[in-house]
Nanobody, 124 residues
Framework: QVQLVESGGGVVQAGGSLRLSCAASGRTVSASAMGWIRQAPGKEREFVVSVSWNGDNTYYGDSMKGRFTISRDNAKNMVYLQMNSLKPEDTAVYYC?????????????????WGQGTQVTVSS
């Protein structure tokens, strides 16, 4: 069983930055692709980013490219999401997620587990 616990959310002004963290446990997450998805009120879950098991490959959602950066520390079973130049439309609950394979995935359906989420609110 996989457990994913997110932290680091909060309220930030537009143009600001936040760093989300995800503590992973359970199945050998260090050998799995991981990533982040988000869900804004009244909207469907949206793919944010994924990273391969060794960090060599990443895929970003179009609106996140150049602003968000994913990283992972397999020794600590941690995944991070650095978010810069935040916009009000980035307001959402952000979920850490893991995929069944090693290769970075594209799209929400590529993940099979996700955590409880952490709220990110960007004020204008």
């Amino acid at each position: 069983q996989v457990q994913l616990v997110e932290s680091g959310g909060g309220v930030v002004q537009a143009g600001g930055s936040l760093r989300l963290s995800c503590a992973a446990s359970g199945r050998t997450v260090s050998a799995s692709a991981m990533g982040w998805i988000r869900q804004a009120p009244g909207k469907e879950r949206e793919f944010v980013v994924s990273v391969s098991w060794n960090g060599d490959n990443t895929y970003y959602g179009d609106s996140m490219k150049g602003r968000f950066t994913i990283s992972r520390d397999n020794a600590k079973n941690m995944v991070y999401l650095q978010m810069n130049s935040l916009k009000p439309e980035d307001t959402a609950v952000y979920y850490c997620a893991t995929a069944p394979g090693r290769t970075a995935v594209v799209g929400v359906r590529g993940f099979d587990y996700w955590g409880q989420g952490t709220q990110v609110t960007v004020s204008s």
